[in-house]
Every structure is written in C-alpha cells, then in structure tokens.
C-alpha cells in the first residue's frame, strides 16, 4: 500500500511539497487547509497532471482533519510567512497559535506519524509540535539544514563556477542569523572549500547563507522562497519512505549531543523509516563550538518563549 502524508498548509511551500511528492510517487498526500476551497482546487489541478508528470498517487483537498486519519508523515507548513524586514521571532506569537491548533488536530486522527515541520520561527516551532504532539523524539523534526546546506551549495558552486552537485555542505545550529555553516565539512568533490578558497572568500559565503532566507523575502516582497524549501522537505520525506538512512541536517532534539539539553536544534542527523535513526556528533574546533552555543543560547530564548506561551514553569 502506499504511504499516506498529510501536508498542513496549501500555500507556496505546501504545494510545492505536495507536487515533488506527487511527482517522485513517494505517496498519496492529503493537503490541508483553513482556507475553503483552496487546498481542493490545488489537489485536483495536482491530481489532473498525474497523467502527464506519470505519477498515480492520491491527492486529496480538505477542510477536515478527519481525511489526514492514520498519516504515516506529516509535514507542517501552515502559518504566516515572514514579512520584509521581520525576523523569525516576530512570527513566533501568530504561528504558535497556528502550530499548536494543527498538531493537536493532527494528532487526533493520526496515532504515530512522523512530524517535519516548516512553519517559522523554526527551532520553536517544532519544539512546540514535539511538546502538543507528545510524539517521541525520533519522529519529530525540523526542516532547515537540508535548506541552508542547499542555500551554501548553490553559493560555492557560483563561486568556483563548478557543477552544483560536486558540492556537498553542512550548516549546523539554529535557522536564524546564528546558524552555523560549516566549511571545513563543506567539500567540492570530497575537497574541503577550505582548501580551493581564501577565507575572506568563504566568510563573503558564509554570510550570505546566513541571510539566505532574508535575501529572497527582499526580492519577492510578499511572502518567502518556497522552490527550495519545498525540495528541501521532498528530500527529508523520500530518505523516510524509502529508508535510505541519508545523513542530512535536521533540526532535532538535543539530550545531551553537543552538550545541550532540551532544545531543537540543527545537527547531522541518519535518516530512515522511523524518523531519526542517530545524531552524529562532529568533531568541532573551539571557533566552531563557540559559534554553535551561541546559536544554540538564541534557539534557548525562542524555546523558552514557546515554554512561556504554553503556560510552563521555565
Ligand atoms: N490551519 C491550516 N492552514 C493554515 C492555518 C491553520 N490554522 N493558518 C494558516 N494556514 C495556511 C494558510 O491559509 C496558507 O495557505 O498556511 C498556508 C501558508 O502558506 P503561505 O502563506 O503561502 O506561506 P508559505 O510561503 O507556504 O510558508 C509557510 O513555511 O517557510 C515557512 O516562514 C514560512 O512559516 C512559513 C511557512
């Protein structure tokens, strides 16, 4: 039987998702959301081009959380995009409310699915998602490494004029200005950058990976990327359902990795069938270590935001 995955949230992220879903036939998906009529339109203009893309997955629309019933993955998009200017954390009032309404409705319908969250600001999100949900820690994540590495891809490619799939990258921490791209661990062909680019070169990169989700917000003035997010998510969900135990960066649950307890947090991460099989803990210089805690202090004070927000003793 085919796998079934609920998207929440029909806009630009969530059909996007849905479509590589679709297109890669991974599973049947059930999109959702408030909005009337939306996610129904959607799902049939998707379904309608099966024929054409090749693909006979199943696409629902709905209003009703009763169709996501017994969902193998759930993957979280609903809320309010980031408006120019605004940081994540402004989001944090609105989309809580949002996030902790969809999980609970999730969560009636469907007993054990795995949980990606997208909705920003990122870190607090799915630490409120694993918190409504009660859901294990394997089965809950964040999508934001598998973007930002993407984000630092695509740069190292353009600047060293190579094939963008020679480059492989890891950017750990928060999805925040604080993150932490990490080029010793980013390679062109197994070649570490550190070794084909001057480091003023690397920092120019690094910062614009930092401000990557930001940059495309200022160009599109109303709303925020959603083609790369959108893939970033297809690739999370296809290394689920098809076991492939890829190492990608997740946010996930710290206890006790990296030295840090109780937080979402961006790391290496195996992924396969039931979620996240380990967290790999890397080998960090003190530069490193540093600019990690203090990533990890900012996704501290969102996290305690979401602790004060549910009403519990931080
Ligand atoms: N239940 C279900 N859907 C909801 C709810 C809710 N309570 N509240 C809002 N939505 C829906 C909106 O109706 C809209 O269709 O969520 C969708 C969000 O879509 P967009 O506004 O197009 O936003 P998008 O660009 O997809 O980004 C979604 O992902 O990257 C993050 O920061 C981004 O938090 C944002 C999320």
Request: contains cysteine.
């Amino acid at each position: 039987m085919r796998k079934k995955i609920t998207v929440v949230g029909a806009g630009q992220v969530g059909t996007t998702v849905a479509q590589l879903i679709a297109f890669r036939n991974l599973a049947d998906v059930v999109l959702i959301d408030i909005v009337e009529g939306v996610p129904q339109g959607k799902a049939l203009d998707l379904q309608q081009s099966g024929c054409l893309q090749v693909f006979d997955s199943l696409i629902t629309g709905t209003n009703d959380y009763k169709d996501t019933a017994d969902s193998d993955i759930v993957v979280i998009t609903a809320g309010v995009p980031r408006k120019p200017g605004q940081d994540r954390a402004d989001l944090l009032k609105t989309n809580a409310n949002i996030v902790k309404n969809v999980t609970e409705e999730v969560m009636k319908h469907s007993k054990n699915p795995i949980l990606i969250v997208v909705s920003n600001p990122l870190d607090a999100m799915v630490y409120l998602a694993k918190e409504v949900s009660g859901l294990p820690r394997e089965r809950v994540m964040g999508m934001a490494g598998v973007l930002d590495s993407a984000r630092f891809r695509t740069f190292v490619a353009l600047e060293l004029n190579c094939s963008m799939v020679d480059v492989d990258a890891m950017v750990l921490g928060g999805h925040g200005d604080s993150m932490v791209p990490m080029p010793r661990y980013t390679t062109v062909s197994g070649i570490s950058i550190t070794n084909l680019m001057d480091r003023d070169q690397i920092e120019r990169l690094v910062e614009r990976t930092r401000k990557g989700g930001a940059e495309i917000v200022g160009l599109l003035k109303n709303g925020s990327a959603f083609l790369a997010p959108g893939a970033s998510v297809a690739k999370m969900v296809e290394a689920i359902v098809q076991d492939k135990k890829r190492i990608l960066p997740c946010t996930a649950y710290l206890n006790g990795e990296y030295n840090w307890k109780g937080i979402f947090f961006g790391v290496p991460v195996e992924l396969g069938f039931n979620g996240i099989n380990k967290i790999i803990e890397l080998d960090l210089t003190p530069e490193e270590k540093e600019a990690l805690d203090t990533s990890a202090k900012d996704v501290k004070t969102t996290i305690e935001e979401v602790d004060a927000f549910l009403g519990k003793s931080v």
